[in-house]
């Protein structure tokens, strides 16, 4: 193979000396795939290494395909928007300083990752303004917070967003999609006086579960919506799902 060798300073190590013309080798694989060449790839022997157990689908997928299904035969629809979201927007939205920012991000447009999925669905309902009323949208992803007990120091959460956009939507119509999410999942909820960045002061409440805050809902503040420049009532809720997926995962065990 054109290499030269010598021994390390250990008896199990080889120094390898690579000629200049090898522009291939790049790394210490390489060397390996070249004695595994020499030595003739038909010559190495197959280890059984079998896997007795098969893949299946997670609990989590399970509770969010039944949570698609719900919403879908209300005859709302499904959105996909991008986890990267612009970092000025957010400030303006939500007062505090544990957005992830992203460092020598490619775009200005996307220098962060969403703190929430609720920005993500104005923006849908924004973008769709030409479209007819009403836009009711939902959203099943993942949104980031800072969190120096993580090893990465961002915590990652799955969450689902619900927007009702058209004339008669408000605090009830929100709620009532709520219960129906709450009854068709066998649990319950409680809701809480609420102090929130996006939904109206007096219109808005925490939702409380299993004695924890998962999120709120409420109508949407007029200021917001003028931000982005959407016409319509708008009115809506959004949770994390992880203590969600706990507790169904609990009762079903039990079950």
Partial sequence: ?????????????????????????????????????????????????????????????????????????????????????????????????????????????????????????????????????PQNIFEIGKIFLLNEKEETNVEENNALGVLFCSEDSGFTKAKQHLDSLFEGLNLKYNLEKNESNIFLKGRSAKIIFEKEIIGEIGEVDPKILEEFQIEMPTSGFEIKLEKVFEVLKKLNEVI
């Fill in 1 to 133: 193979m054109g290499f030269d060798s010598s021994k390390g300073k250990k008896e199990d190590k080889l120094i390898v000396l690579v000629p200049n013309y090898r522009a291939d080798i790049l790394h210490q694989i390489d060397l390996v795939e070249d004695i595994a060449i020499g030595y003739g790839y038909n010559n190495i022997k197959e280890i059984d290494k079998r896997v007795y157990n098969t893949g299946k689908e997670s609990y989590s997928e399970k509770v969010k395909r039944k949570m698609r299904d719900i919403f879908s035969g209300h005859g709302l629809i499904e959105t996909y928007n991008l986890s990267l979201y612009n970092l000025k927007e957010q400030e303006k939205i939500y007062s505090n300083n544990k957005i992830v920012k992203i460092t020598n991000s490619v775009s200005l447009e996307y220098n962060s990752m969403r703190f929430g999925i609720t920005p993500s669905l104005l923006k849908t309902l924004k973008n769709n303004k030409q479209y007819e009323y």
